[in-house]
């Protein structure tokens, strides 16, 4: 790890030293950018700096405690220890500020719950996720925003998509794509047996229109009468927009807006989207051919996670957790689960990137 601090400290010097620099200060884009990196390099940078300090510190102190006497022994010996406890503590700290960012970090998170087996008391349960990750939302001071919903027979949704936007939702919400399972006794069940069923959840990062280029002539742009609750203008004109992005097959559908422009307008946001997240799945595919997509067949076998209403519990399968706070978990507690999840995920980050530690 020793040359890589080293680099990181001379790209942190090249990087300031541009930012001076007259040719990089006319242009924007550069300057932007240098400005951008300089910003991500300085508290790695920091740490380093004290991490030099208290190394020197520690090897002075080590050779002293081989020439003092028996008396200051003691004292010495203590400030060694407390030497080297800082030391690790700061290269733990170097470690996980080393490790990449996420691409997606600070982008606008949409998400797609579909009720998938369990016919209407899957879609019912989709409603619960919804309803979960809305008050989850609200809890961290989010903004939540439905683009499209389409509410089934008993009052719950056959599919919904919907945004969400704040400071560092993506990195909370970015694990909950999957199957996700329930296990409880359905409302039209009349002999209190309890049913298995599934919806599924999918995750994206929104994409702005600079990183995904869509050519009018490969979309196929179809409109429609709107169908179910929305207003009288809603249902009587043609509003409804279905957008086919002809190379991929992928098809977006919008119709709770009024106006057909605003319905084309959703309907290619959540279309850019899903092309980053194929282009990013495919990115990732690449580098793990292992990797499953979010949400396989929606089968419950392929649960991520389950929740089992008769006994409180919820369980994440991808990292063996069992809590018994279902109550909590769907009323919007959903850091319960989440947090060991982006503890696993920084641990599994941090493994990946380790060379060995840092040589003292």
């Known amino acids: 790890m020793r040359e890589r601090l080293d680099e990181i400290e001379r790209e942190h010097a090249s990087v300031e030293a541009s930012l001076a620099d007259p040719e990089v200060i006319a242009d ?23 991490r030099r300090a208290v190394e020197g510190d520690l090897s002075a102190a ?30 733990a700290e170097i470690r996980m500020a080393l490790i990449p960012p996420d691409p997606n970090d600070g982008r606008t998170v949409i998400m797609e719950i579909r009720g998938a087996e369990g016919g209407e008391e899957a879609n019912l349960f989709a409603r619960d ?22 509410p089934s027979d008993l009052g719950g949704y ?51 229109e600079v990183e995904v280029t869509i050519d009018p002539a490969d979309l196929s742009i179809d409109v429609y009468r709107s169908s179910g609750p929305g207003g009288q203008s809603v249902n009587t004109t043609d509003s409804a927009v279905r957008v086919t992005h002809l190379p991929t097959g992928i098809v977006v559908s919008m119709q709770d807006e009024k106006s057909q422009l605003q319905n084309k307008a959703k309907a290619l946001r959540v279309l850019r989207s899903r092309l980053l997240a194929a282009e990013q799945e495919r990115q990732a595919a690449d580098a793990s051919a292992a990797r499953r997509s979010q949400v396989g067949g929606g089968g419950r076998s392929e649960k991520i996670r389950t929740y089992n209403v008769k006994e409180n519990r919820v369980t994440d399968h991808r990292i063996g957790l069992t809590i018994y706070k279902l109550d909590r978990v769907l009323a919007g507690d959903l850091d319960l689960v989440v947090e060991p999840l982006v503890a696993d995920a920084r641990a599994q980050a941090l493994a990946e990137g380790s060379d060995g530690g840092t040589s003292s």
């Open 62 to 91: 080590r050779e002293l405690l081989a020439e003092v006497d028996a008396e200051e022994r003691a004292a010495l010996s203590a400030e060694v220890d407390r030497g080297e406890a800082e030391l690790d503590e700061l290269d």
């Open 129 to 150: 996720l919804f309803e979960m990750y809305r008050s989850y939302a609200t809890r961290k001071g989010w903004r939540l925003e439905i683009l499209e919903a389409h």
């Open 158 to 208: 056959g599919e919904i998509t919907f945004t969400v936007a704040g400071e560092r939702a993506w990195t909370h919400l970015c694990h909950e794509g999957g199957p996700h399972r329930v296990q409880r006794v359905p409302v039209t069940e009349s002999q209190g047996r309890v049913h298995t069923s599934s919806a599924t959840v999918t995750v994206m990062p929104e994409a702005e």
């Open 28 to 50: 924007q884009v550069r300057y932007t950018a240098a400005a951008r990196r300089y910003h991500e390099l300085e508290p790695v940078v920091a740490l380093v700096r004290r």
